[in-house]
């Protein structure tokens, strides 16, 4: 297949998920209006599907090299700043670390601000917040901005003057449940989910008037016993099973679908909710380490696909559900892609939630294979942590083949843009008890280089060959989110602080700048009066290296802590 054919069919499927088969079933209109405006970025992944792909090209492989500061925005926060902006108008929206402790609007072409939100965030949170400060983003609909908080709120503004209009509580932060990332709206309501798989909480996700604030439904995504898959958890181990939904959602109009990804269960040592052993059984922990398709208008769960069944390695599934349409074995297929963090390509049809294909797209020892028949891995015994049975070597990491940070779609490449990550662990397990508000563990999990000599890639991946395409290899992990655009770009930073821009097809890096502070965010681009711009957030993580021993202490190592908003264009 050409890459045109592909990029056709990608195509249609964008402009599927903006539209709807009939009036009865359509997205929110302002949103609709807003994706479909290619100046704009309106929503955290650019568009419903999360593909991270803008067809703006007056920035191109040609004048890439040429890329110059616009302008840049002090965030007044350091510490983990991992938002990506959006652009609605000739207005961009930012939010900084810290709660968020504040919400920017400023003009998008110039810098100048326009309006200051400060939400009053407890001086607490950081106890609570399992893996930073961070938050990821805002998002947008019907004249409104909508922020999600660490102290477990929802926030709406007034996105002309940054009035507060009102503020739901989501859940109780002091459980160890905060929101980092920006929910999604649909039609009236905005869905929103809360982290906290390490603490032992039950995870949800929760819909509000989009109005009013008032909760419209609830979905615990662990089920009680008395539920459909209440069965697969041992005892009453299910009410602080984790589960919980803290990254960004996915919605198709044509089905009226939204999905989302789940994290691990709780605790990690699996002898307290399963077997111990992989004989789990029945006993998979549902609806843990999943994705998760649900009905946005009642929040009722279609069908899921548990990726890590009784998970023992923390591989949460939450990363993003990428959606567009791929021809597959002479058919087309209305596809969600997913990275999983226990390292293998998910390709599955969004309709049916069948899975189609199921590959190792970085080194990954845990299993042998994934296999779609039976929907399980085919376990590696020896890599399965226990009870009396530590495990060695066990790759990848706990910090997943790829963590949070967004990978893109390109449609004129058919290739996936997926920030990887190459790092390996040792694990074993001990008794615990569970304690509101503090870690909920139970393991013990030495940090290993990975094999290879590099700790990073960025990975171009065909996702219907289910192959690697080219590839950059990095010396540290956990890299930034990635930006794919119509000139044939992809945008991407690194832990060192280096933002490039580089050839989709080649893997050319063709223009880099170094930012002072490492980067985790994912890039954005939009125009403003005819002219191009790519926005970038900067601030190193800060609380994740704590995890990774070595390999964490050159992460902290490798730059500064920051927290700023560059803005590049083609003078």
């Not at 040429?66 to 108008?89: C, D, H, M, Q």
């Not at 199921?358 to 590696?380: G, H, L, P």
Request: aromatic share 10%.
């Amino acid at each position: 297949m050409t890459f045109a054919t592909k990029g056709f069919l990608a195509g249609i499927s964008m402009i599927a998920m903006l539209a709807a088969a009939t009036p009865g079933v359509r997205a929110n209109d302002s949103l609709i209006r807003a994706q479909s405006d290619s100046n704009q970025w309106a929503v955290a992944g650019h568009d419903y599907g999360n593909t991270r792909f803008s067809p703006l090209k007056q920035i191109n492989t040609e004048n890439a090299g040429k890329l110059t500061l616009a302008y840049s925005f002090s965030l007044a926060s350091l510490r983990s700043n991992e938002s990506s902006p959006i652009v609605i108008g000739n207005t961009l929206y930012v939010s900084s670390s810290w709660g968020p402790k504040y919400v920017y609007a400023l003009d998008a072409a110039t810098g100048t601000r326009k309006w200051t939100y400060e939400p009053d965030i407890p001086d607490d949170v950081l106890q609570y917040a399992c893996c930073d400060v961070n938050s990821r983003g805002v998002s947008y609909a019907d004249g409104k901005i909508f922020v999600g908080r660490l102290d477990g709120k929802l926030t709406a503004l007034d996105a002309a003057t940054g009035k507060v209009l009102w503020t739901s509580k989501v859940v109780d932060y002091k459980q160890g449940s905060v929101i980092t990332s920006p929910p999604l709206v649909v039609r009236d309501k905005v869905i929103t989910g809360f982290g906290g798989g390490e603490y032992g909480v039950r995870g949800s996700l929760q819909a509000f008037d989009i109005n009013t604030g008032k909760q419209v439904w609830q979905t615990y995504t662990v089920p009680s016993p008395d539920e459909p898959g209440g069965d697969s958890w041992k005892g009453d181990s299910a009410q602080h099973g984790g589960g919980a939904a803290w990254l960004v959602g996915s919605y198709d109009a044509k089905s009226d679908t939204v999905y989302w990804g789940t994290s691990n269960p709780g605790p990690w040592n699996t002898a307290v909710r399963s077997t111990g052993d992989g004989n789990f059984g029945k006993l998979t922990n549902l609806y843990t380490a999943s994705t998760l398709a649900l009905d946005p208008n009642t929040g009722k769960i279609k069908w899921h696909i548990q990726t890590t069944p009784a998970d023992a390695w923390d591989y949460d599934g939450v990363n993003e559900a990428v959606l567009a349409d791929l021809k597959i074995g002479g058919s087309t297929v209305p596809a969600l892609m997913k990275a999983d963090r226990n390292g293998y390509f998910f390709v599955a049809n969004r309709e049916t939630g069948k899975v189609l294909s199921a590959e190792k797209y970085v080194f990954s020892n845990w299993a042998k294979k994934w296999d779609i028949a039976t929907m399980r891995a085919v376990e590696d015994p020896d890599k399965r942590p226990g009870p009396g049975h530590p495990a060695k070597d066990i790759c990848p990491n706990l910090i997943g083949g790829k963590n949070w940070q967004p990978m893109s779609f390109n449609p004129q490449t058919g290739l996936v843009y997926i920030p990887s990550n190459n790092v390996c662990m040792d694990w074993s397990v001990g008794d615990v008890s569970y304690k509101r508000g503090v870690f909920y563990l139970g393991a013990e999990f030495p940090t290993k280089e990975g094999p290879g000599g590099f700790l990073g890639e960025l990975v171009a991946w065909d996702p219907v060959a289910q192959k690697k395409v080219w590839s950059i290899k990095e010396d540290l992990p956990f890299n930034g989110g990635t930006l794919t655009t119509g000139g044939g770009l992809v945008f991407a930073g690194n832990i060192h602080g280096d933002f490039r821009a580089i050839d989709a097809k080649s893997g050319k890096v063709l223009w880099s700048k170094n930012l002072g502070s490492g980067i985790g965010a994912g890039p954005v681009t939009y125009q403003v009066d005819g002219k191009q711009y790519v926005a970038i957030v900067v601030g190193r993580t800060a609380s994740l290296p704590a995890f990774l021993g070595d390999v964490g202490k050159k992460m902290t190592a490798a730059a500064p802590e920051g927290g700023s908003l560059f803005v590049f264009s083609v003078q």
